[in-house]
C-alpha cells in the first residue's frame, strides 16, 4: 500500500513558508492532540482537517465548541503566510464566529483559510469549516503583524 500523497503546497510560496507551516501543525501539541493535518496551503488560502474522536466530543456525540474554536486559527495563520516577510508574526485580536451545525463523531472536518486583506499592520481572515460540503461553523479573524524583533 502507497503512502497517502502529501498536503498541496504552492510553489511560488518563499521557501520559510512551508517548514513554518509543518512546524506549526505538527509541533503545536493542541494540533496534534486533534489530529490536524496540512490539506493544502497557497498564497490567500489553506486548508486543514481532522476527524471529529475521543476527548474532543460531548458526550461521544459532537464536537466541544471550543474545540473548535481553537482549531479555526491555524487555518487562518497558514492564509497569511503567503502575504508575510518570514521575519514578521502574527497575533489574533479579535474572533468573531457562528457555530451553524454540530459536528458529530466521526465525522471529517475540512477547514477553509482565507485572507480576505493585509494591510500594513492588520490583517483580516476568513475561515469555513465543512463537513461533506455542509457548512457548520463560520469566522472572521483579525489578526495584528508584527516584525518578530519588536
Known sequence: MSAPP????????????????????????????????????????????????????????????????????PPALLALLGHMHEEESAM?????????RSVQAGEAVTMTGRLLKRGRNVAFCDVTAHVDGMLCTTARITKTIQNKAS
Open 6 to 73: 502529501g498536503p498541496y503546497v504552492d510553489p511560488g510560496l518563499d521557501s520559510w513558508v512551508r517548514p513554518f507551516a509543518e512546524a506549526l501543525i505538527g509541533q503545536t501539541a493542541f494540533h496534534r492532540w486533534a489530529g490536524l493535518v496540512l490539506l493544502s496551503l497557497a498564497p490567500g488560502q489553506a486548508e486543514v482537517g481532522f476527524t471529529a474522536q475521543g476527548d474532543m466530543l460531548v458526550f461521544g456525540k459532537h464536537v466541544h465548541g471550543g474545540v473548535l474554536n481553537g482549531l479555526l486559527e
Open 92 to 100: 489574533t485580536v479579535d474572533v468573531h464566529l457562528q457555530h451553524i
